[in-house]
C-alpha cells in the first residue's frame, strides 16, 4: 500500500541562518501519528499520454513510446506558491566559475585533475566517523597522497561473489565479500562488502579508455560521506574496479524496511525511524555532496536509490541504483538520449540537457523528500513520464501552472520551505550544499542517533 501526501497549503515564510541558543536541543515535531505503511514490495509502471510542446529552441521535443499501463491517481501535488522570502544570505554578485564535470560509473561527466590537499575553507577541515554529519575534506599525509597518485590493484581472487546487481553503463555489477583487504584498502575501510563492476567483454578501444578515465578520476576522491574506489584492474583483461559498498543496502529499500517511530499503533517488533535519524541521515548526503561541490563535481542522479547505508546510520552517496532492474521504473528512455531520472531532475536538465551542482540541489531536495515519506512512492507518482516533462516544460515557460512535489506528512515547514528553495526555477536562487549542510545541522542540534545498527 502506498501513501498518499496531500498538501498542506503552507506559504513560505522566512528561516533564521543565525546561531541557535546554546541550550536549544533537538526535540521531535510530531507525536503519535500513524504516518506510514510498511514498505512495498513492487514500484510502480509509468505511462505516458502525450507530447509537450516546448517553445525552447534548445529542447527537441522527444519521441514518446507509449507503456502498457495506465497510473491511478494519487496525492495532488502543489501548485505554484508565492514569491519565496530566501532565508540563505546571498554573497556579493561574482560571476560564477565555469563548471566542470567529471566521469564517473554511469552518472558523472569529466573533470579535471582532483587536487590532493583542499582548497582553503572558512570551516575547519576534518573527516567525521558515523556519529557526526559535519564531515569535511580529508587531510592526506605524505604516505596517502603517494598512493592516491595511480590506483592500487585488488586482486580478483580476494573477491567471493555474493549476487549480481545488476547491468551499468560499462558492464555487470556485483555485489562480492572481500575474503582479505589489501593493506591500502584497510586504511579506507573495515567493511568486506564491496561492489565489483567489469567491463564488458568486446568493448571498444574508446570504451575501454573512457572507463579507465572515470577510474582514475574517482580513486582521488576521499570522503567519509562517499562511496570509495578501493582498488581495480586497468591494464588485464577483465577490466573491473572495486568499490566500497554498505552492509544495509541502499537507502531506498532500508527505509522501505522501516516505519515512523510515532506510529501509532506501533506493530510488534516494527523497526522504527525517528525524525531526527531521518535528518541525520540526510544531513550526511548533504556533506557528501558539500564535498563534491567543492571540487565543481557534479552527479546528476542523486537519489535515494543511490545513497547507501552503513553501520550506525553511515550514509554513503554512490551511483549503483541505475544498473538495477529494481529501479527500471525510475529511468525515463527519451528517443535518442540515455534513460534518465526525470522525476528527479531540475527543468534545465530534463530540456536543456544542463548538468551543474545547483541541479544536484534540485534533486537534493527530491531525495529529501524520499525520506521524509519512507520513500513509500515515486516522486510525482500520480504523473505519467510525459507529463512531469510537461512540468519541466512549465517550469521553463514560468506560465504559473508548476508544479511542486507536496509536503511530506509532519514534515515541518521550514524543512519543506528548504526544499522549494532548491527548487526555485532560476539555479542562482538556489542554495549551495554548504548552505544546506549548515542549515539542516542546525535544526537537527543535539541529535545524536541510538547506535543500535
Known amino acids: 500500500m502506498r501513501v498518499n501526501v496531500n498538501a498542506n497549503g503552507h506559504v513560505y515564510g522566512q528561516v533564521s541562518m543565525e546561531e541557535p541558543e546554546k541550550n536549544a536541543l533537538y526535540q521531535e515535531p510530531f507525536n503519535n501519528l500513524n504516518m ?242 531521518l535528518i541525520y541521515m540526510a544531513t550526511q548526503i548533504a556533506s557528501g555532496m558539500k564535498y563534491l561541490e567543492s571540487l565543481k563535481f557534479v552527479h546528476r542522479d542523486l537519489a535515494t536509490r543511490n545513497c547507501l547505508v552503513g553501520k550506525n546510520f553511515l550514509i554513503k552517496v554512490s551511483d549503483f541504483g541505475m544498473g538495477q532492474s529494481l529501479y527500471s521504473a525510475d529511468y525515463y528512455d527519451l528517443h535518442g538520449r540515455e534513460a534518465l531520472p526525470i522525476r528527479w531532475m531540475a527543468w534545465e536538465s530534463i530540456l536543456l540537457g544542463k548538468f551543474t551542482t545547483k541541479s544536484d540541489v534540485w534533486s537534493f531536495a527530491v531525495t529529501l523528500w524520499e525520506i521524509l515519506t519512507f520513500a513509500r512512492e515515486q516522486p510525482f507518482e500520480e504523473l505519467s513520464d510525459e507529463c512531469v516533462i510537461d512540468n519541466a516544460t512549465n517550469f521553463y515557460q514560468s506560465s504559473g501552472k508548476e508544479m511542486f512535489l507536496s509536503q511530506p506528512i509532519s514534515c515541518p515547514k521550514e524543512i519543506y520551505d528548504l526544499m522549494c528553495e532548491c527548487w526555485q526555477r532560476n539555479e542562482l536562487d538556489r542554495p549551495n550544499f554548504r548552505e544546506i549542510h549548515l542549515f539542516l545541522q542546525r535544526k537537527n542540534l543535539g541529535y545524536k542517533p541510538i547506535l543500535n545498527y
Request: proline share 10%; net charge negative; glycine share 4%.
Open 36 to 277: 506510514y505503511a510498511l514498505r512495498v514490495d513492487n514500484r510502480a509502471v509509468i505511462t505516458q499520454s502525450g507530447t509537450p510542446e516546448i517553445l525552447a529552441q534548445e529542447y527537441a521535443i522527444p519521441h514518446i513510446i507509449n507503456q502498457k499501463h495506465q497510473l491511478k491517481a494519487a496525492s495532488p501535488v502543489r501548485s505554484l506558491p508565492p514569491p519565496l522570502h530566501n532565508f540563505f544570505p546571498k554573497p556579493p554578485p561574482v560571476p560564477p566559475p565555469p563548471e566542470k564535470y567529471y566521469a564517473a560509473t554511469e552518472i558523472i561527466q569529466k573533470a579535471p585533475p582532483v587536487p590532493i590537499s583542499p582548497p582553503p575553507s572558512a570551516t575547519s577541515a576534518h573527516s567525521s566517523h558515523g556519529t557526526s554529519c559535519s564531515s569535511s575534506y580529508v587531510h592526506l599525509d605524505t604516505n596517502q597522497e603517494s598512493s592516491l597518485l595511480h590506483v592500487q590493484m585488488f586482486p580478483r581472487d580476494q573477491l567471493r561473489v555474493l549476487q549480481k546487481l545488476g547491468v551499468g553503463q560499462f558492464g555487470e555489477i556485483h555485489l562480492c565479500e572481500a575474503t582479505k583487504l589489501p593493506e591500502h584498502v584497510i586504511n579506507i575501510t573495515d567493511s568486506k562488502l564491496v561492489a565489483l563492476k567489469y567491463l564488458r567483454q568486446g568493448a571498444s578501444k574508446d570504451t575501454r579508455s573512457e572507463f579507465c578515465d572515470e577510474i582514475e578520476s574517482l580513486w582521488r576522491l576521499r570522503d567519509i560521506n562517499l562511496a570509495q574506489v578501493l582498488g581495480a584492474s586497468l591494464s588485464e583483461e577483465p577490466l573491473y574496479v572495486v568499490m566500497e559498498y554498505s552492509e544495509y543496502g541502499d537507502l531506498n529499500q532500508f527505509l522501505q524496511d522501516h516505519i515512523a517511530e510515532t506510529t501509532s499503533p506501533l506493530p510488534t517488533n516494527a523497526n522504527t525511524l525517528s525524525y531526527g535519524c
